[in-house]
């Protein structure tokens, strides 16, 4: 049985952050000022303080500065929004990056769109959403576009004419996704929870993109042989020792036997996300910075 080839997001994410190095230390060599990521937690969310923490350690070691604010649960949300806006207004903070999921009391949408879409590098603003949607030049979600990069580096034939079917529809991934690929002109599909017959959609696809957040939702039989898959869920499950493992949307054993490139979980799309965000907020320098 031939293996498929595996997208290593640890490998490329690594390549991507020792470029970034260079480039950002040619910035302030260039400028005089460190490209400033500040980063906001509300709460004690466990992954997410994992997360704000991996960013952080990340931000520094490319050379930028990073900001944290950590906020408590009960924060009002006026609190928040005035925090943003003291953000916008500080001209050493060039990337804000509002930490999900907020507590129950506070609006997402309304504290995202209070970013300034030039700060925005998570690309969740309506303003860069709708430059994204026309091909405006705006910040890309960071996930999705870290999924465009692994296509990018490893399918050797580019992606003109292939079909792709992106498996969820969020305003984080799946949306964004499906627009990254019309841009690199495949043909999109989007499938959901309310499609019907999804085995048989999936199925066309050369490229499946999985974002419905339901562990090892795709099995073998949903997979077009030597289809590029891109599991971008990350889900927590019991393991063999009792201790929780995380694991994707994509039954990795069974589609790996049929499929003819995929991502592992750890290790695929997670350290691509960090890796655009850094990128991300070095492009918000640039065009901040005079």
Do not use: W
């Amino acid at each position: 049985m031939t293996q498929p080839v595996v997208l290593d997001g640890k490998l490329l994410s690594a390549k991507i952050r020792s470029d970034l190095t260079g480039a950002v230390a040619g910035f302030v060599k260039a400028k005089g000022v460190k490209p400033g990521l500040a980063v906001v937690l509300v709460g004690e969310h466990p992954a997410s303080q994992v997360y704000v923490r991996n960013k952080a350690k990340q931000t520094v070691e490319v050379g930028m500065e990073s900001f944290e604010h950590k906020l408590p649960e009960t924060t009002p949300q006026a609190d928040l929004l005035a925090l943003i806006d003291k953000l916008n207004a500080d001209r050493a903070v060039h990337g804000i990056l509002v930490q999900l999921p907020l507590p129950a009391h506070i609006e997402a949408g309304k504290v995202i769109n209070r970013i300034h879409p030039d700060k925005d590098v998570d690309g969740f603003s309506a303003v860069n959403v709708g430059r994204l949607s026309i091909g405006m030049d705006g910040f890309v979600p960071c996930t999705p576009l870290g999924c465009l990069k692994l296509l990018h580096h490893y399918v050797p034939n580019g992606l003109a004419g292939k079909h792709a079917v992106v498996l969820g529809r969020s305003n984080i991934v799946g949306k964004p996704m499906a627009a990254l690929l019309l841009q690199n002109d495949c043909t999109v599909t989007i499938a959901h929870s309310k499609t019907k017959d999804l085995a048989a959609i999936t199925r066309q696809a050369d490229i499946l993109v999985a974002a419905i957040g339901r562990t090892k939702f795709v099995t073998a039989d949903m997979v077009k042989p030597g289809a590029v898959v891109i599991d971008v869920g990350i889900n927590r499950a019991a393991g063999a020792n009792g201790k929780d493992v995380l694991v994707g949307d994509v039954d990795y054993a069974a589609v790996s036997a049929v499929a003819g490139a995929i991502t592992p979980v750890p290790g695929g799309v997670g350290p691509m996300t960090i890796a655009c965000l850094l990128s991300n907020t070095l492009d918000a320098a640039m065009r901040i910075v005079p």
